[in-house]
């Protein structure tokens, strides 16, 4: 079985600090995980996602997350906040059978407030 | 390329009535899974179709149904409207063999 947590269902910071959205995971096999980021009344864009290479992964708008097996993490960060970057951010996870698509079972998601 | 549409934007039912909510999948995607997310929650995953076939199920009754066309597009059927219906409907889609889904904006379905 999978699940994810998200630790923290709001987090704020101030223009230009450091982004921290926490995020842990429970899997059976080894996962795919990804972030998706979710503006007011629109659906959900994906920011990054992990498949197994790398384990520092880069996307979208600045953010990165890194994979570590041994804390079951998979935390994203941006080095400075933007006041664009106020969202609902959710972080998912599927099992990495390879080569088909498997159904996400995302976290309760993390609202992010910047403050100018 | 455009990217994955859905239809209608909005939606407002009654309790007992049906509803249909469509999805065009994006050009070269052959799956489509199907996501309820209910106000301050993370979507769930209502079921996933590959090849007009139905190829996973999440916890949902049957009165969730839905369909997939030779197109790859897809349309999901919902019975018996129920209050805990309402809720914003996503649709996904990827491409063979591949892990990443793209959705798109949702359906938002208000059950009056």
């Known amino acids: 079985a999978q699940s994810v947590t998200q630790l923290g269902s709001h987090v704020s910071v101030s223009e230009g600090a450091l982004v921290l959205l926490r995020c842990n995971y429970s899997s059976s096999v080894p996962p795919y995980l990804f972030w998706y980021v979710q503006y007011p009344n629109q659906g959900l864009q994906l920011l990054l996602k992990?498949?197994?290479?790398?384990?520092l992964v880069k996307g979208i708008n600045g953010f990165e997350a890194e994979f570590k097996k041994s804390e079951t993490s998979f935390h994203l960060t941006k080095p400075s906040a933007h006041m664009s970057d106020a969202a609902e951010y959710f972080c998912?996870?599927?099992?990495?059978?390879?080569?088909?698509?498997?159904?996400?079972?995302f976290g309760t998601g993390t609202l992010l407030a910047v403050q100018p | 390329e455009t990217g994955v549409t859905q239809s209608p934007t909005h939606l407002i039912k009654t309790r007992g009535q049906q509803v249909t909510l469509r999805c065009s999948s994006q050009s070269g995607h052959n799956t489509v899974s199907w996501y309820q997310q209910a106000l301050g929650q993370g979507p769930q995953f209502i079921f996933q179709y590959y090849r007009e076939e139905e190829n996973g199920r999440g916890n949902f009754p049957p009165r969730f149904s839905g369909l997939q066309f030779p197109n790859y597009s897809s349309e999901l059927n919902v019975n018996a409207l129920e209050l805990d219906d309402s809720a914003l409907y996503l649709c996904?889609?990827?491409?063979?063999?591949?892990?990443?889904?793209?959705f798109g904006p949702g359906t938002r379905l208000l059950v009056l």
């Open positions: 998912a996870v599927t099992p990495n059978y390879g080569g088909a698509t498997n159904k996400l079972i």
């Open positions: 992990y498949t197994s290479a790398a384990t």
């Open positions: 996904a889609s990827s491409r063979p063999g591949e892990e990443t889904q793209y």
